[in-house]
């Protein structure tokens, strides 16, 4: 079975977001407290997702929340269900294996049988035998905790010291005695670090695992009240048709609060607010939600950044809001003036809970460290933590941005839900971010945290320019230089390595310096391996684009390079190019144009994936994958605009069969953009319309495809037949606002009016400069 990747956020009532969750989670107590200790036993059989940038296929699939088939492991078996509006698509659940599981269409399905794919299973965890109690053998050996990922037994119970903030303030300040409505910044003390419970007591008699965990629990739960859980509203368009959006759907996913150059601010995951409409959050313990705003999304980085306006959720008290309306702005991400209102189910008596404790952003962790992921994941409504190790850290593919980041491999449980959660490192540091795992029949356990390197990125990248603008490349496709007789025909020395550049985008900055065929030595000084990858730490090698995606747009980077034999250095400012088809469109509406019964639009692998379902990357068109995965755009607002769809009536009599293919020429001009192909219709429209006016002959729209398809259409049948095409599929207007906007401002350059009528879809064109 192939692998997949998945984000982890919990959908409501329109559909099921679950991911991986453990068959060890069956053996723990559902009422013990859950430690910080990783596993006794690890054992993993991981997928490698191979750079895209190498030229090597990845295994595994990328799915986007709410539309693609999502996986859940349930005790050993794997689901398949589908999200949001697709729940009823049969093509994406899968073949059906055994099981007593239900069929969203109303069926009863067959029997479930581990491994197998099945069709749909109501949410849950699964267990066999009841929950377990594990005993450590008495004695056991003590292990140093000085060594990397070695730990010993846990140190003695220690009573909490009052306070806030501090090296000693890990207790929350809230309720009656809290004096100033100011989030708590948590120092994690550095006497209590979060170690195994593996060992003996101090009597050198035997514990329970569940003894030990307690004590590790104890020393996480005042950090726990960062932690919130995030409700938000989707309304996603429709990308087959786009004038549409698809029904609403509800999720809930985990946000935590965060302090960072001197904020602080509330965290999760973008795929968690995707096409959001409606955005609340509640604290741990707390029975109101309070209306959050999305200030920065990050689709590259999966990372969302909200800020609550209501002062009562940063703690200040119902009745004295107005007064203390700019004390709590200052915990909020914003540190704006806030409102009072937002909330549901308002506090009642004038009391407030405190304010909630903040994170501290740790470094980044070191393979066998242990790690607990702390949000409100699928299987019930309170908070949870799961624990593990750290397994790996590497570049690896982000599914909902499909961008190749530093990622941190873990075997701790991330299930539907977890997303936007933080991850807890032994000091109580927050080291990452919940936001996806791998899941099939050839894995286990393999959950993804977006470490804090990309966390701070995104942070500082919102401070610096107020939005998110997204990660620097070089914009080029590279190969691996591992054979000597490819080393000496380009003029390598013995004791040179590097990678071959095999093209360049031209929409990238660096595109105006490299050239196919050079071998890019080093990056910033840093030299690259004929493998691709550089030194990373101590005895570790990484991808070398974790040099490039550490740095922001704008930033300048030297790049040795060998063209012809000879050694150059270039300095070259970074920039982030575009794709000419676009892994997302960062939740904007797709574009189209409706010509009689034409509809055009641009193609985006959310567009394949409406289209082709989760198996785009074989069902699609070859030529529309081509462009997908070789082509570069030779401007920057280069389109590859695709006939949609042929909307049956008289003007389009007999090209009803014809859709997604991609089109070249109009009336014999070559094709950049969707915008283009409006404006070069509307002109001919015009013509049409004043050699009727005329009493002369009318004039034909001529359509070049792919694969030498022609489509040719009269213009007087155009403006006939829209309106009836629009009426008939209340399709509210002929073409996209973004397009309207973008024909608007190029026809008042030159002194043309536009106006346009929804109703009929006609264009009157006018004199004078009206819009």
């Known amino acids: 079975m192939a692998l997949m990747l998945t984000s982890c956020a919990r959908v409501g009532a329109s559909g099921i977001v679950a991911a991986n969750i453990s068959a060890a989670a069956s053996t723990c107590p559902p009422a013990s407290p859950v430690g910080l200790a990783p596993p006794l036993h690890l054992q993993q059989r991981p997928g490698s997702l191979a750079p895209s940038s190498s030229g090597q296929p990845a295994r595994g699939r990328l799915l986007q929340t709410g539309r693609g088939a999502l996986r859940t492991t349930l005790a050993g078996v794997s689901v398949s269900v589908a999200a949001g509006s697709s729940l009823r698509s049969r093509d994406l659940y899968g073949s059906i294996s055994?099981?007593?599981?239900?069929?969203?269409?109303?069926?009863?399905?067959?029997?479930c049988s581990s491994g197998g794919a099945i069709g749909w299973c109501p949410p849950g965890v699964v267990t066999q035998g009841g929950p377990r109690r594990r005993r450590v053998a008495s004695p056991a050996p003590s292990r140093s905790s000085t060594a990397n990922g070695q730990v010993g037994p846990p140190p003695a119970r220690k009573p909490h010291k009052g306070g806030g903030g501090g090296k000693e303030g890990d207790k929350v300040a809230a309720g009656h005695g809290s004096a100033a409505p100011a989030a708590v910044t948590m120092a994690p003390s550095s006497?209590?670090?979060?170690?195994?419970?593996?060992?003996?007591?101090?009597?050198?008699?035997?514990?329970?695992?569940?003894?030990?965990?307690?004590?590790?629990?104890?020393?996480?739960?005042?950090?726990?009240?960062?932690?919130?859980?995030?409700?938000?509203?989707?309304?996603?368009?429709?990308?087959?048709?786009?004038?549409?959006?698809?029904?609403?759907?509800?999720?809930?996913?985990?946000?935590?609060?965060?302090?960072?150059?001197?904020r602080n601010w509330l965290l999760t995951n973008a795929h968690s607010v995707d096409y959001h409409t409606q955005v609340k959050v509640k604290r741990r313990g707390d029975d109101r939600k309070f209306l959050a705003r999305v200030i920065s999304v990050g689709v590259d980085c999966d990372i969302a950044?909200?800020?609550?306006?209501?002062?009562?959720?940063?703690?200040?008290?119902?009745?004295?809001?107005?007064?203390?309306?700019?004390?709590?702005?200052?915990?909020?991400?914003?540190?704006?003036?806030?409102?009072?209102?937002?909330?549901?189910?308002?506090?009642?008596?004038?009391?407030a809970r405190g304010p909630p404790p903040v994170l501290e952003l740790g470094p980044l962790p070191r393979l066998q460290?242990?790690?607990?992921?702390?949000?409100?994941?699928?299987?019930?409504?309170t908070i949870s933590v799961t624990a593990g190790v750290v397994s790996r850290i590497e570049v690896t593919d982000y599914s909902h941005g499909s961008t190749d980041l530093l990622a941190i491999q873990i075997d701790a449980a991330i299930n539907g839900g977890n997303s936007g959660g933080p991850v807890f490192?032994?000091?109580?540091?927050?080291?990452?971010?919940?936001?996806?795992?791998?899941?099939?029949?050839?894995?286990?356990?393999?959950?993804?945290?977006?470490?804090?390197?990309?966390?701070?990125?995104?942070?500082?990248?919102?401070?610096?320019?107020?939005?998110?603008?997204?990660?620097?490349?070089?914009?080029?496709?590279?190969?691996?230089?591992?054979?000597?007789?490819?080393?000496?025909?380009?003029?390598?020395?013995?004791?040179?390595?590097?990678?071959?550049?095999?093209?360049?985008?031209p929409t990238s900055t660096a595109g105006q310096l490299l050239q196919p065929d050079d071998v890019l030595l080093s990056f910033d000084g840093t030299p690259i391996s004929n493998d691709g990858t550089v030194p990373f730490r101590t005895g570790e090698r990484i991808a070398f684009s974790y040099l490039i995606t550490s740095k922001f747009v704008g930033d300048t980077a030297r790049l040795d390079v060998l063209r012809g034999g000879h050694k150059k250095e270039l300095t070259v400012t970074l920039s982030k190019p575009t794709a000419l088809v676009p892994p997302h469109l960062s939740n904007?509406?797709?574009?189209?144009?409706?010509?009689?019964?034409?509809?055009?639009?641009?193609?985006?692998?959310?567009?394949?994936?409406?289209?082709?379902?989760?198996?785009?990357?074989?069902?699609?068109?070859?030529k529309l994958l081509d462009r997908l995965y070789h082509g570069f755009p030779?401007?920057?607002?280069?389109?590859?605009?695709?006939?949609?769809?042929?909307?049956?009536?008289?003007?389009?009599?007999?090209?009803?069969e014809v859709y997604n293919v991609q089109l070249l020429r109009f009336n014999g001009e070559p094709v950049s953009n969707l915008a283009q192909v409006a404006r070069s219709v509307r002109q001919a429209l015009q013509k049409e319309q004043a050699a009727e006016a005329?009493?002369?002959?009318?004039?034909?729209?001529?359509?070049d495809l792919d694969y030498n398809e022609v489509v040719v259409v009269e213009a007087r049948d155009v403006l006939k037949m829209t309106p009836e095409v629009m009426r008939a599929h209340s399709i509210p207007c002929d073409m996209s606002p973004d397009l309207r906007a973008a024909l608007a401002a190029s026809e008042e350059n030159v002194g043309v009016g536009v106006s346009v009528s929804s109703a009929s879809g006609l264009l009157a064109v006018g004199d004078g400069g009206r819009a």
């Not at 960062?226 to 048709?241: G, Q, R």
């Not at 049956?648 to 007999?654: F, M, P, W």
């Open 98 to 111: 055994s099981g007593n599981c239900m069929d969203p269409n109303g069926g009863a399905g067959g029997g």
């Open 191 to 262: 006497a209590a670090p979060l170690t195994e419970a593996v060992g003996t007591a101090a009597g050198g008699e035997g514990v329970h695992l569940e003894e030990l965990d307690e004590e590790a629990g104890q020393q996480l739960a005042p950090y726990m009240d960062a932690v919130v859980k995030v409700y938000c509203m989707h309304t996603e368009p429709n990308y087959s048709l786009p004038w549409q959006r698809k029904r609403q759907y509800s999720s809930s996913s985990s946000g935590f609060v965060v302090r960072y150059s001197g």
């Open 305 to 351: 950044a909200l800020e609550v306006d209501d002062p009562e959720f940063w703690g200040a008290a119902p009745a004295a809001n107005q007064d203390a309306g700019p004390a709590a702005a200052t915990a909020g991400p914003g540190n704006g003036a806030s409102s009072a209102g937002g909330t549901e189910g308002s506090a009642v008596g004038g009391e």
């Open 369 to 381: 460290d242990g790690v607990a992921v702390v949000g409100y994941p699928i299987g019930g409504d």
């Open 425 to 505: 490192n032994r000091a109580c540091q927050c080291v990452g971010i919940a936001f996806q795992a791998l899941v099939g029949s050839d894995v286990e356990n393999v959950g993804y945290v977006i470490p804090t390197p990309v966390v701070a990125h995104f942070l500082e990248d919102y401070l610096r320019s107020g939005t998110f603008s997204g990660f620097p490349a070089l914009g080029l496709q590279w190969q691996r230089m591992e054979s000597d007789a490819l080393r000496r025909a380009y003029g390598m020395s013995p004791g040179q390595k590097g990678v071959l550049v095999r093209s360049v985008n």
């Open 588 to 622: 904007r509406d797709p574009p189209y144009l409706i010509v009689g019964g034409l509809v055009f639009t641009t193609a985006s692998e959310p567009y394949l994936q409406s289209e082709y379902g989760s198996d785009y990357g074989s069902d699609a068109p070859v």
């Open 634 to 656: 030779k401007t920057a607002d280069e389109e590859v605009v695709v006939l949609s769809q042929v909307l049956a009536c008289d003007a389009t009599l007999g090209y009803e």
């Open 694 to 703: 005329a009493g002369g002959a009318g004039g034909f729209l001529r359509f």
